[in-house]
């Protein structure tokens, strides 16, 4: 394939460059889609779900073609101890707000229709810098080729190489980032639906707080696909290094677990994942555009991880697109200054979905109460242990009960606070 | 393979696909890490890259990419740590993710 040529250079074939790549080759413009993996989604790890939204819009109909493993009919969030757990189940009736999915097809899948509209994909394929003019971004390196382009979009993940190539961000903390891994875990899918109290087909996400992260900054997820059970941990990067605890050591605590135990039994592990994930949302860069260069999904913080939900994937396509769109602008004006580019930012505030991001930007500090994943779960579970005992010695009403599990743990007054914290965060 | 059993970060590992890259792209001053009071490196890596015996030892064969190491290396460790990802086509591959 010649290198020469090309308007828009996207670096990244996962969901935020597919997305941009989409749509920029709808409208016409020569369009480099670059992917270092053998295929887009070989280096990519998720949990599990995808938010339907953002694909329709992006794909209309076709979107019904995405490699769904199962649409989640049935949320479920567990906080537990050791060996106690306290579950709560909500049955969702929209059939299709989301699904299950697996990233080797899915982002697989999405960058072969980026391909269909008309843009240039190349895989195995490392982008090492971009080509410098000054403050002004000319296009990207990639081994020995120099590929010269009016504009370059950084879709290239959390690792954000090229936004601080570009000086739109150091280095991020380590409190501002988390360590996630996962066990995929194969199991026949009546198991699964008679595991997870499920019809035929229907899919599950369930979140466990607690004992699992052993009281650091974290939790577990499980995730079922059509045949097996996506389960894993995700913990905050200051934490792990800061408690000297490996931070693939979660993965046993979780799997352990006697809940957990039940969902898994007898099921083959036939892969581990690792993956990081940027905790900081968008103020994780100076500002997501510059001279020729726009920065979209993870690897500008556009993802909103608030313990229950975990907006990643549909975040990365609508930020793909909103810089495709700011773009695609550019191109009329002939203009990709920083100065012209900078309406990506009031798209990314005004777009219904991404303002989420802004709404909720005291999520990450409210989650680094440490009392979330220790005083906190185990209250629930052994105020619930207590009210659910019948053994003769005489019962207490239920407001007594918290009261007297919360003595000794958490004052009334740090309770009230922590709840009016999670009341304005939320 | 039963799950109660519980599962080793080698059996774990043997489940990746790898494809070993030629060039080295993460290289550690292990001399910095003698004087590394916290060394981050060998708790947040889920694959053990790196190992502490006597001296910093690293292994990037298992390298799942993940980044963080040269995060907390410099934020929190002596700064050992230079880190880019493996050429285009090599490294890891997941199969699922
Ligand atoms: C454990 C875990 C659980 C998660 N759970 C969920 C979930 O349930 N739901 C959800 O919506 N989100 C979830 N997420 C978040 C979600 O995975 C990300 O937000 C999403 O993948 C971001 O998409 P992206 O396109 O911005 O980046 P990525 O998907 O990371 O894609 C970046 C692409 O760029 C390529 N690349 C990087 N550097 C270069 C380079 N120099 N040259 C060429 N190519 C390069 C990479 O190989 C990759 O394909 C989870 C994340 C983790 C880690
Ligand atoms: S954190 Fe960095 S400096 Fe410290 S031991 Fe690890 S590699 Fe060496």
């Not at chain 1, 599990?48 to 969030?77: C, H, M, N, Q, T």
């Not at chain 1, 296009?139 to 190489?161: N, R, S």
């Not at chain 1, 979330?372 to 242990?385: G, H, I, Q």
């Amino acid at each position: 394939m010649s290198l020469e040529g090309f308007e828009v250079a996207v670096v990244g074939a996962g969901p935020a460059g597919s997305a941009a790549a989409i749509t920029l080759a709808r409208e016409g413009v020569q369009v480099l889609l670059v992917e270092r993996g053998t295929f887009p989604g070989s280096k990519n790890v998720f949990g599990g779900r995808i938010y339907s939204y953002a694909l329709k819009k992006l794909l209309g109909d076709s979107w019904k073609d995405a490699p769904v493993e199962r649409f989640v009919r049935k949320e479920g969030i567990t906080f537990m101890t050791s060996d106690n757990a306290f579950s709560v189940e909500f049955e969702s009736k929209d059939a299709e707000g989301s699904f299950t999915a697996k990233r080797a097809k899915f982002d697989k899948w999405l960058a072969e229709e980026a391909e269909k509209a008309g843009a240039s994909l190349i895989t195995e394929s490392r982008v090492d810098d971009l080509i410098m003019d000054g403050s002004r971004v000319r296009g990207i390196v990639a081994g020995q080729d120099k590929i010269p382009t009016d504009a370059v979009i950084a879709c290239d993940g959390t690792t954000t190489g090229l936004a601080r190539r570009a000086g739109l961000t150091s280095m991020l903390e380590p409190n501002q980032i988390s360590m996630g891994v996962k066990d995929v875990i194969e199991l026949p899918s009546e198991k699964i639906e008679e595991r997870l109290g499920l019809e035929p087909g229907q899919g599950a996400a369930h979140v466990f707080i607690g004992a699992c992260s052993g009281g650091l900054r974290g939790g577990g997820f499980l995730y079922t696909n059509q045949d097996s059970l996506a389960l894993g941990m995700v913990v905050g990067g200051d934490d792990v290094s800061s408690h000297k605890t490996q931070s693939y050591s979660f993965m046993e605590k979780l799997r352990q677990h006697p809940k957990v135990q039940r969902f898994i039994k007898g099921g083959k592990t036939v892969e581990y994942d690792a993956h990081m994930i940027p905790e900081a949302g968008p103020k994780m860069l100076s500002r997501p555009y510059t001279d020729g260069m726009l920065v979209a999904g993870d690897a500008a913080g556009h993802l909103l991880n608030n313990g229950y939900t975990f907006r990643g994937v549909d975040m990365a396509i609508q930020a793909g697109v909103a810089a495709a769109q700011t773009v695609l602008e550019a191109r009329k004006k002939k203009d990709y200054s920083a100065n012209s580019l900078k309406t990506f930012e009031r798209k990314l505030h005004e777009d219904p979905a991404l303002k989420d991001m802004y709404t909720f930007h005291r999520v990450p500090a409210y989650l680094r109460n440490r009392r979330l994943y220790t005083v906190y779960p185990e209250l629930v579970c052994s105020a619930a242990e207590a009210v659910y005992r019948v053994d003769g010695t005489g019962k207490i009403k239920i407001s007594k009960q918290l009261r007297l599990q919360a003595k000794g743990r958490v004052s009334i007054f740090t309770i009230i606070r922590d709840l009016i914290g999670g009341a304005r965060t939320f | 393979m039963s799950t109660e059993e519980s599962l080793t970060l080698d059996k774990r590992l043997a489940l990746v696909g790898f494809s070993k890259d030629a060039e080295p792209f993460i290289v550690v001053d292990t001399d910095k890490c003698n004087h590394c009071e916290s060394k981050p490196c060998l708790y947040i890596c889920p694959a053990e890259v790196y190992a502490w015996k006597d001296k910093l030892n690293y292994n990037t064969e298992g390298c799942m990419e993940t980044g963080a190491c040269l995060i907390v290396c410099h934020k929190i460790g002596a700064g050992a740590i230079s880190w880019k990802y493996p050429s285009g086509g090599k490294g890891v591959a997941f199969k699922l993710g």
